[in-house]
């Protein structure tokens, strides 16, 4: 009787384990975590690179304004100017060969002709870059800011967007750079979150590097390196984030970046 009662005993431990490996099993996926597809993976993984994780890139600093993104914990949409905005769209709208610029007699038509400091753009071609990369229309408007490389004007009755190069005179020359390392990305629902390790990079007169985890370079981790790549066995001691993009139509969408520790 005694052995029938541990058969029993074992039967219910078994069917208790499996039930609750069925329930995290189910927890996960109404929680919605998962591993995205390679094509998920691939495309998430390309617009944070070329994109989100140069949002501020432009602005007067030693690091070409790329460092500002890295300066507080957490950005959202809300958080990113106008003028950044207009670049990373222009930048899209350009890589991705959309009609970005108007006939050649708008310029002239817009008293500008013989200006040679001044680009003109179709404001439709960034506003369908801002539809794919920040999943809403572009709030066109003016910009005047001395610290960013470009100002902008927007010419509603052409639809056209001005650039004007800006002449900084306190400019801030600079070989400096930043470089990003992708450790890895999962699915949250709608959302696809990628996790990347940052570097401040400073190159140095003989050709080598140093990759710093501070934007002062005061925290060096290592340096006189010859490849442009953070090392595999020093990921740990540079600064994390992760990119939070939400799945709109064919296009992950920028939603945040934030800091993490994992």
């Known amino acids: 009787m005694k052995n029938f009662d ?3 005993l074992l039967v219910f431990i078994l069917i208790i384990a499996v039930v609750a490996l069925i329930g995290f099993g189910v927890l996960k996926l109404i929680q919605g975590v998962s591993k995205p597809s390679e094509k998920e993976q691939t495309a998430s993984e390309t617009l944070a690179v070329n994109y989100y994780l140069n949002l501020t890139s432009g602005y007067n600093t030693l690091f070409n304004g790329q460092d500002l993104l890295y300066s507080k914990d957490k950005w959202t949409v809300d958080d990113i100017s106008l003028e ?3 670049s990373i769209c222009i930048k899209y709208a350009m890589d991705h060969e959309l009609d970005l610029f108007p006939d050649s007699t708008v ?3 817009l008293g500008l002709g013989k200006r040679d400091d001044v680009i003109i753009y ?3 071609a960034i506003n369908e870059a801002s539809k794919i990369l920040f999943g809403e229309d572009m709030k066109f408007g003016d910009t005047v800011n001395e610290d960013f490389k470009n100002n902008y004007t927007y010419v509603q009755s052409h639809k056209v967007v001005v650039a004007e190069i800006n002449k900084r005179e ?3 020359e600079s070989n400096n750079s930043m470089d990003y390392k992708i450790i890895g990305s999962k699915k949250e629902g709608k959302n696809i979150v990628t996790t990347v390790a940052i570097a401040y990079v400073a190159n140095l007169e003989d050709g080598t ?4 985890a501070t934007p002062d370079l005061e925290k060096v981790v290592v340096t006189g390196i010859g490849e ?3 090392p595999e066995d020093k990921i740990g001691e540079f600064p994390k984030y992760k990119i939070t993009m939400s799945k709109v139509n064919d296009s992950y969408v920028f939603k945040s970046i934030e800091k993490t520790d994992k």
Do not use: L, R, V, W
């Open 170 to 172: 306190n400019a801030i």
């Open 209 to 212: 590097y140093t990759y710093a």
């Open 84 to 86: 950044s905005k207009y």
């Open 122 to 124: 179709n404001s439709d």
């Open 107 to 109: 310029k002239g038509m």
């Open 6 to 8: 541990a058969k029993k």
């Open 228 to 230: 442009y790549k953070i």
